[in-house]
Protein backbone atom coordinates (compact mmCIF):
# COMPACT_ATOMS: atom_id res chain seq x y z
CA UNK A 1 0.00 0.00 0.00
CA UNK A 2 1.07 3.33 -0.57
CA UNK A 3 0.64 6.83 1.21
CA UNK A 4 -2.72 8.81 0.22
CA UNK A 5 -0.93 11.94 -1.07
CA UNK A 6 -1.14 11.90 -4.57
CA UNK A 7 2.31 11.53 -6.74
CA UNK A 8 3.95 12.50 -9.81
CA UNK A 9 4.79 9.40 -11.26
CA UNK A 10 3.55 7.08 -14.35
CA UNK A 11 1.48 5.23 -12.26
CA UNK A 12 -2.42 5.70 -12.21
CA UNK A 13 -4.04 6.76 -9.18
CA UNK A 14 -6.56 4.39 -7.65
CA UNK A 15 -8.61 5.05 -4.55
CA UNK A 16 -11.50 2.73 -3.21
CA UNK A 17 -13.92 4.24 -0.83
CA UNK A 18 -15.85 2.47 1.10
CA UNK A 19 -17.43 2.92 4.92
CA UNK A 20 -20.67 2.75 6.92
CA UNK A 21 -23.78 4.16 5.51
CA UNK A 22 -24.54 7.68 6.55
CA UNK A 23 -20.93 7.81 7.62
CA UNK A 24 -19.69 10.14 4.62
CA UNK A 25 -18.87 8.40 1.37
CA UNK A 26 -20.71 10.42 -1.21
CA UNK A 27 -19.79 13.26 0.51
CA UNK A 28 -15.89 12.31 0.21
CA UNK A 29 -16.87 11.44 -3.42
CA UNK A 30 -18.02 14.50 -4.46
CA UNK A 31 -15.07 16.12 -2.79
CA UNK A 32 -12.59 13.94 -4.91
CA UNK A 33 -14.61 14.66 -7.46
CA UNK A 34 -14.20 18.41 -7.48
CA UNK A 35 -10.76 17.93 -6.59
CA UNK A 36 -10.13 16.59 -10.51
CA UNK A 37 -10.63 12.89 -9.78
CA UNK A 38 -12.88 10.81 -11.96
CA UNK A 39 -15.33 8.90 -9.12
CA UNK A 40 -17.66 5.93 -9.54
CA UNK A 41 -20.24 5.13 -7.04
CA UNK A 42 -21.87 1.95 -6.14
CA UNK A 43 -19.65 0.07 -8.53
CA UNK A 44 -19.38 -3.79 -8.24
CA UNK A 45 -16.13 -4.33 -7.11
CA UNK A 46 -15.68 -7.34 -9.40
CA UNK A 47 -15.19 -5.47 -12.20
CA UNK A 48 -12.48 -3.25 -11.14
CA UNK A 49 -9.74 -5.67 -13.00
CA UNK A 50 -11.61 -4.63 -16.11
CA UNK A 51 -12.14 -1.26 -15.56
CA UNK A 52 -8.38 -0.18 -15.32
CA UNK A 53 -7.30 -2.64 -17.58
CA UNK A 54 -4.87 -5.19 -18.21
CA UNK A 55 -0.99 -4.49 -16.32
CA UNK A 56 0.91 -2.14 -18.17
CA UNK A 57 -2.05 -0.26 -19.62
CA UNK A 58 -3.32 1.66 -16.47
CA UNK A 59 0.87 3.51 -16.87
CA UNK A 60 0.47 3.93 -20.29
CA UNK A 61 -2.91 5.80 -19.96
CA UNK A 62 -1.57 7.75 -16.69
CA UNK A 63 2.27 8.56 -18.19
CA UNK A 64 0.05 10.22 -21.39
CA UNK A 65 -1.46 12.38 -19.06
CA UNK A 66 -4.86 10.96 -20.80
CA UNK A 67 -6.19 9.63 -17.31
CA UNK A 68 -7.32 11.46 -13.95
CA UNK A 69 -6.96 9.51 -10.91
CA UNK A 70 -9.86 7.47 -10.30
CA UNK A 71 -12.04 7.03 -7.01
CA UNK A 72 -14.38 4.04 -6.50
CA UNK A 73 -17.02 3.96 -4.23
CA UNK A 74 -18.86 0.72 -2.78
CA UNK A 75 -20.51 -0.46 0.22
CA UNK A 76 -22.72 -3.02 1.07
CA UNK A 77 -25.03 -2.32 -0.86
CA UNK A 78 -23.03 -3.21 -3.92
CA UNK A 79 -23.55 -6.30 -5.63
CA UNK A 80 -21.13 -9.41 -4.71
CA UNK A 81 -20.01 -7.47 -1.37
CA UNK A 82 -18.13 -10.24 0.25
CA UNK A 83 -15.26 -8.21 1.90
CA UNK A 84 -12.77 -11.41 2.11
CA UNK A 85 -13.33 -11.51 -1.91
CA UNK A 86 -12.46 -7.72 -1.53
CA UNK A 87 -9.81 -7.44 -0.28
CA UNK A 88 -7.63 -10.28 -2.20
CA UNK A 89 -9.13 -8.13 -4.95
CA UNK A 90 -7.11 -5.01 -3.69
CA UNK A 91 -4.00 -6.96 -2.55
CA UNK A 92 -4.11 -8.06 -6.09
CA UNK A 93 -4.28 -4.36 -7.43
CA UNK A 94 -1.69 -3.05 -5.23
CA UNK A 95 0.86 -5.32 -6.06
CA UNK A 96 0.80 -4.22 -9.59
CA UNK A 97 3.46 -2.02 -10.41
CA UNK A 98 1.67 0.69 -12.91
CA UNK A 99 -1.13 1.16 -9.72
CA UNK A 100 -0.96 3.22 -7.07
CA UNK A 101 -3.79 2.07 -4.49
CA UNK A 102 -5.08 3.71 -1.49
CA UNK A 103 -8.00 2.43 0.35
CA UNK A 104 -10.55 4.46 2.89
CA UNK A 105 -13.01 3.43 5.08
CA UNK A 106 -15.48 6.36 6.77
CA UNK A 107 -16.30 5.32 10.20
CA UNK A 108 -18.88 6.41 12.69
CA UNK A 109 -20.07 5.93 16.02
CA UNK A 110 -23.31 4.11 16.15
CA UNK A 111 -24.94 7.03 18.31
CA UNK A 112 -24.37 9.48 15.46
CA UNK A 113 -24.84 7.24 12.94
CA UNK A 114 -28.92 6.80 14.82
CA UNK A 115 -29.05 10.17 15.15
CA UNK A 116 -28.61 10.82 11.33
CA UNK A 117 -31.33 8.26 10.25
CA UNK A 118 -33.46 9.36 13.14
CA UNK A 119 -33.25 13.23 11.51
CA UNK A 120 -33.54 12.17 7.44
CA UNK A 121 -36.05 8.99 8.58
CA UNK A 122 -34.05 7.02 6.27
CA UNK A 123 -34.02 3.36 6.23
CA UNK A 124 -31.07 1.35 6.73
CA UNK A 125 -29.89 -0.68 3.90
CA UNK A 126 -29.38 -3.55 6.70
CA UNK A 127 -32.61 -3.18 9.08
CA UNK A 128 -35.22 -4.35 6.63
CA UNK A 129 -37.87 -5.59 9.04
CA UNK A 130 -35.57 -4.52 12.70
CA UNK A 131 -34.40 -1.42 14.31
CA UNK A 132 -31.93 0.67 12.92
CA UNK A 133 -29.96 -0.10 15.80
CA UNK A 134 -29.77 -3.05 14.75
CA UNK A 135 -28.95 -2.31 11.16
CA UNK A 136 -25.63 -0.69 11.96
CA UNK A 137 -24.50 -2.95 14.36
CA UNK A 138 -25.02 -5.95 11.55
CA UNK A 139 -23.45 -3.64 8.43
CA UNK A 140 -20.30 -3.01 11.01
CA UNK A 141 -19.61 -6.08 11.93
CA UNK A 142 -19.75 -7.19 8.07
CA UNK A 143 -17.40 -4.09 7.66
CA UNK A 144 -15.26 -4.62 10.05
CA UNK A 145 -11.91 -6.96 8.00
CA UNK A 146 -12.36 -3.83 5.56
CA UNK A 147 -11.81 -1.15 8.00
CA UNK A 148 -9.42 -2.93 9.78
CA UNK A 149 -7.57 -3.44 6.39
CA UNK A 150 -7.79 0.24 5.53
CA UNK A 151 -5.02 2.71 4.31
CA UNK A 152 -6.79 5.45 5.69
CA UNK A 153 -9.63 5.34 8.28
CA UNK A 154 -12.03 9.08 8.92
CA UNK A 155 -14.10 9.05 11.33
CA UNK A 156 -16.92 11.58 11.11
CA UNK A 157 -18.86 11.20 14.63
CA UNK A 158 -17.48 14.70 15.64
CA UNK A 159 -17.37 16.12 12.15
CA UNK A 160 -19.38 18.54 10.33
CA UNK A 161 -19.73 17.95 6.35
CA UNK A 162 -17.40 21.05 5.75
CA UNK A 163 -14.50 19.23 8.13
CA UNK A 164 -15.16 16.21 6.27
CA UNK A 165 -14.85 17.91 3.21
CA UNK A 166 -11.68 19.50 4.51
CA UNK A 167 -9.71 16.09 5.75
CA UNK A 168 -10.36 14.99 2.36
CA UNK A 169 -8.91 17.82 0.87
CA UNK A 170 -5.86 17.72 2.61
CA UNK A 171 -5.08 14.05 1.88
CA UNK A 172 -5.87 14.12 -1.73
CA UNK A 173 -6.10 17.51 -2.91
CA UNK A 174 -2.79 18.44 -2.70
CA UNK A 175 -1.32 17.62 -5.91
CA UNK A 176 -4.49 18.16 -7.50
CA UNK A 177 -6.71 21.19 -6.30
CA UNK A 178 -6.58 24.16 -8.23
CA UNK A 179 -6.61 27.69 -6.49
CA UNK A 180 -9.91 29.45 -6.74
CA UNK A 181 -11.08 31.29 -9.83
CA UNK A 182 -9.82 34.86 -8.90
CA UNK A 183 -10.94 38.33 -10.14
CA UNK A 184 -10.62 41.38 -9.38
CA UNK A 185 -12.71 44.42 -10.23
CA UNK A 186 -13.91 48.09 -10.07
CA UNK A 187 -17.16 49.34 -10.43
CA UNK A 188 -19.07 52.87 -9.53
CA UNK A 189 -21.02 52.86 -6.72
CA UNK A 190 -23.55 55.32 -8.17
CA UNK A 191 -24.23 52.84 -11.17
CA UNK A 192 -25.20 49.99 -8.05
CA UNK A 193 -23.22 47.30 -6.68
CA UNK A 194 -21.34 44.51 -7.91
CA UNK A 195 -23.94 41.45 -7.42
CA UNK A 196 -21.55 38.49 -6.71
CA UNK A 197 -18.69 40.22 -5.09
CA UNK A 198 -17.53 38.00 -2.27
CA UNK A 199 -15.22 40.90 -0.65
CA UNK A 200 -15.86 44.81 -1.60
CA UNK A 201 -13.72 47.44 -0.69
CA UNK A 202 -14.63 51.28 -1.01
CA UNK A 203 -11.96 53.53 -2.24
CA UNK A 204 -14.18 56.64 -2.03
CA UNK A 205 -11.91 58.08 1.11
CA UNK A 206 -9.56 59.08 -1.38
CA UNK A 207 -9.31 62.41 -3.27
CA UNK A 208 -10.95 62.17 -6.41
CA UNK A 209 -9.35 62.93 -9.76
CA UNK A 210 -12.56 63.33 -11.07
CA UNK A 211 -12.20 66.89 -9.41
CA UNK A 212 -8.80 67.52 -11.35
CA UNK A 213 -10.05 68.68 -14.83
CA UNK A 214 -6.53 67.85 -17.03
CA UNK A 215 -7.94 64.50 -14.98
CA UNK A 216 -11.49 64.14 -15.50
CA UNK A 217 -11.57 62.52 -18.69
CA UNK A 218 -9.10 59.84 -18.04
CA UNK A 219 -9.27 56.91 -16.30
CA UNK A 220 -6.74 54.46 -13.37
CA UNK A 221 -5.00 52.99 -16.17
CA UNK A 222 -3.33 56.71 -16.93
CA UNK A 223 -0.12 57.08 -15.17
CA UNK A 224 -1.22 61.20 -14.62
CA UNK A 225 -3.91 59.26 -12.42
CA UNK A 226 -2.46 56.54 -10.56
CA UNK A 227 0.48 59.77 -10.08
CA UNK A 228 -2.34 62.00 -7.95
CA UNK A 229 -3.78 58.66 -6.42
CA UNK A 230 -0.68 57.40 -4.85
CA UNK A 231 -0.01 60.88 -3.20
CA UNK A 232 -2.91 60.60 -1.56
CA UNK A 233 -1.57 60.46 2.06
CA UNK A 234 -4.15 57.51 3.01
CA UNK A 235 -3.70 55.37 -0.26
CA UNK A 236 -0.31 53.59 0.84
CA UNK A 237 -1.81 52.49 4.37
CA UNK A 238 -4.75 50.77 3.05
CA UNK A 239 -3.37 49.55 -0.02
CA UNK A 240 -1.15 47.45 2.54
CA UNK A 241 -3.69 46.63 4.88
CA UNK A 242 -5.99 45.54 1.90
CA UNK A 243 -3.35 43.72 0.68
CA UNK A 244 -2.19 41.79 3.57
CA UNK A 245 -5.77 40.61 4.01
CA UNK A 246 -6.43 39.34 0.86
CA UNK A 247 -3.00 37.15 1.26
CA UNK A 248 -4.50 35.40 4.38
CA UNK A 249 -8.23 34.74 3.79
CA UNK A 250 -7.41 33.66 -0.51
CA UNK A 251 -5.61 30.59 0.53
CA UNK A 252 -8.13 29.91 3.57
CA UNK A 253 -11.13 30.00 0.71
CA UNK A 254 -8.77 27.45 -1.08
CA UNK A 255 -8.70 25.03 1.77
CA UNK A 256 -12.95 25.39 2.25
CA UNK A 257 -13.10 24.59 -1.61
CA UNK A 258 -14.52 27.68 -2.81
CA UNK A 259 -14.06 27.47 -6.71
CA UNK A 260 -14.57 31.55 -7.28
CA UNK A 261 -13.73 34.42 -5.59
CA UNK A 262 -14.54 37.47 -6.50
CA UNK A 263 -13.10 40.51 -5.06
CA UNK A 264 -14.38 44.48 -5.77
CA UNK A 265 -12.70 47.96 -5.39
CA UNK A 266 -15.14 50.90 -5.83
CA UNK A 267 -15.29 54.32 -5.89
CA UNK A 268 -18.29 56.80 -6.87
CA UNK A 269 -17.95 57.05 -10.66
CA UNK A 270 -16.14 53.54 -11.29
CA UNK A 271 -13.45 55.50 -13.37
CA UNK A 272 -10.50 56.35 -11.65
CA UNK A 273 -9.73 55.07 -7.74
CA UNK A 274 -11.05 51.94 -8.36
CA UNK A 275 -9.43 51.21 -11.44
CA UNK A 276 -6.48 51.90 -10.25
CA UNK A 277 -6.62 49.95 -7.08
CA UNK A 278 -8.06 47.13 -8.83
CA UNK A 279 -5.07 47.37 -11.66
CA UNK A 280 -2.80 47.70 -8.52
CA UNK A 281 -3.98 44.64 -6.35
CA UNK A 282 -4.23 42.34 -9.19
CA UNK A 283 -0.37 42.95 -9.74
CA UNK A 284 0.88 42.55 -6.22
CA UNK A 285 -1.31 39.11 -6.00
CA UNK A 286 0.30 38.36 -9.41
CA UNK A 287 3.87 38.66 -8.05
CA UNK A 288 2.60 36.57 -4.82
CA UNK A 289 1.79 33.72 -7.05
CA UNK A 290 -2.61 34.14 -8.41
CA UNK A 291 -3.58 34.59 -11.18
CA UNK A 292 -6.61 37.03 -11.11
CA UNK A 293 -8.26 38.31 -13.70
CA UNK A 294 -9.56 41.94 -13.67
CA UNK A 295 -12.49 43.27 -15.12
CA UNK A 296 -13.55 47.41 -14.90
CA UNK A 297 -17.10 47.27 -14.99
CA UNK A 298 -17.76 51.16 -15.17
CA UNK A 299 -14.70 52.15 -17.22
CA UNK A 300 -16.56 53.31 -20.38
CA UNK A 301 -18.97 55.22 -18.90
CA UNK A 302 -18.98 58.57 -19.39
CA UNK A 303 -17.30 61.38 -16.65
CA UNK A 304 -20.30 63.65 -15.17
CA UNK A 305 -20.27 66.03 -12.39
CA UNK A 306 -23.82 64.95 -11.58
CA UNK A 307 -22.33 61.28 -11.01
CA UNK A 308 -19.86 62.24 -8.52
CA UNK A 309 -21.01 65.27 -6.61
CA UNK A 310 -24.37 63.35 -5.57
CA UNK A 311 -21.89 60.70 -4.56
CA UNK A 312 -19.19 62.52 -2.92
CA UNK A 313 -18.93 62.64 0.91
Not at 52 to 79: H, M, N, W
Not at 170 to 198: C, V
Request: glycine share 8%; charged share 25%; hydrophobic share 40%.
Amino acid sequence: MTSPNPVSDPQQRLLLVTGLAGAGKSTALDVLEDLGWETIDNFPIRMLERLVGEPGEAAQDASSASRAPLAIGFDSRTRGFVPAEIIEIIKSMAARGDLDVTFMFIDCKTSELERRYNETRRRHPMAQERTVQDGIAAERELLEPLRRWADVVIDTSELSSNELQSQVRGLFGKEHQAEPSLTISSFGFARGMPPLADLVFDMRFLDNPHWIEDLREKTGLDDEVGAYIERDPAFATVFEQVKALLLTVLPRYAAQGKAYVHVAFGCTGGRHRSVFTAEGMAQALREAGFSPTVRHRNLKSRATDTIEGANES
